[in-house]
């Protein structure tokens, strides 16, 4: 079964640019998508499609998605943006979700 | 954008079945726009996929689930619905259903559900 890899947690201090990376065997030829889970909340969409924000996420979200890596980068992080990041792929048969990697802003 | 609403038991006995069902509004489920989805999270865990129905009745199913899962609509009530046969301890987590058209957009706020006699 397919699998995607992420650390379990990254720090970013506030003003600054959060990279987080999500790997998978030739991830670049599947669709990424990236949610957002604050504690005691249903996740959030917050780039789909490799790199397309929905309505109503702040553009300091991006997301790129080539080869084997897959990176969610949140500029000018702020506090609000602490929670816990999931990545997920279509392998074709099956929703596969990351494990996640919480964001510390500090 | 669709809303949707968990509602089931909060408590099932070891072996027994658990049973989920998810109201959609804002849409209609037999809308040809939408992968009608659960996902559960155990306590401090990630997000599994269950599985997803189409409004033709087409499933896909988590293969290492899919003995144990059934999903099913009910256009009369505009829902729906997650069976687990045979749940253990390990099936104790929140029980999220969602909507995928381009993605997962649209979630419930999730139901806890804990399996313990």
């Known amino acids: 079964s397919y699998e995607l890899t992420q650390p379990p947690s990254v720090s970013v201090s506030p003003g600054q640019t959060a990279s987080i990376p999500c790997s998978g065997v030739q991830l670049g030829d599947k669709f990424i998508y990236w949610y957002q889970q604050r504690p005691g909340h249903s996740p959030v969409l917050v780039i789909y499609?490799?790199?397309k924000r929905p309505s109503g996420i702040p553009e300091r979200f991006s997301g790129s998605n080539s080869e084997n890596i897959a990176t969610l980068t949140i500029s000018g992080t702020q506090a609000v943006d602490e929670a816990d990041y999931f990545c997920q792929a279509w392998d074709g048969s099956t929703y596969v979700f990351g494990p996640g990697t919480k964001l510390t802003v500090l | 954008q669709v809303q949707l609403q968990e509602s089931g038991p909060g408590l099932v006995k070891p072996s027994q079945t658990l049973s989920l069902t998810c109201t959609v509004s804002g849409d209609s489920i037999t809308s040809k726009n939408y992968w009608w989805t659960w996902v559960r999270q155990p306590a401090g865990k990630g997000l599994e996929w269950i599985g997803r129905?189409?409004?033709?009745?087409?499933?896909n199913y988590n293969p290492s689930l899919r003995s144990r899962v059934a999903i099913s609509l009910d256009t009369s009530k505009n829902q729906f619905s997650l069976e687990v046969t045979s749940v253990t301890a390990a099936d104790t987590a929140v029980y999220y259903c969602?909507?995928?058209?381009?993605?997962?957009?649209?979630w419930g706020r999730g139901t806890l559900v804990t399996v313990s006699s």
């Open positions: 129905i189409y409004a033709s009745g087409t499933t």
């Open positions: 499609q490799d790199n």
């Open positions: 969602a909507a995928w058209e381009v993605a997962l957009a649209d």
